[in-house]
């Protein structure tokens, strides 16, 4: 069974940083890409930033470019997301995701809260 597990979210004060992990389990983990999106309530999903495990090939949206930095660790099984120079605008739920033969897996989400 495939399960993704988010963790590292928190409260944060503007300008600060923090990393978000992905733990990965249930598929041969260099073979997929792994992606973060994030949604607030009343909001739309927003796709944020993507890796390819196995070239490390990146993705980035607009809004986080230069901040916002995903890597993967493909010993642990885990995709990271550090966050930099963090923004009230970046409160949010944050999910990841990955896409096996046309099946979405979804992490529960973690919790990302700046404040100004």
């Known amino acids: 069974e495939v399960q993704l597990v988010e963790s590292g979210g928190g409260l944060v004060q503007a300008g600060g940083s923090l990393r978000l992990s992905c733990a990965a389990s249930g598929l041969t983990f260099d073979d997929y890409a792994i992606g973060w999106f994030r949604q607030a309530p009343g909001k739309e999903r927003e796709g944020v930033s993507c890796?390819?495990?196995?070239?490390?090939?990146?993705y980035y949206t607009d809004s986080v470019k230069g901040r916002f930095t995903i890597s993967s660790d493909n010993a642990k099984n885990t995709v990271y997301l550090q966050m930099n120079s963090l923004k009230p605008e970046d409160t949010d739920v944050y999910y990841c995701?990955?896409?096996?033969?046309?099946?979405?897996?979804w992490g529960q989400g973690t919790q990302v809260t700046v404040s100004s």
């Open positions: 890796i390819n495990s196995s070239d490390r090939t990146t």
């Open positions: 995701v990955t896409n096996i033969a046309t099946q979405d897996y």
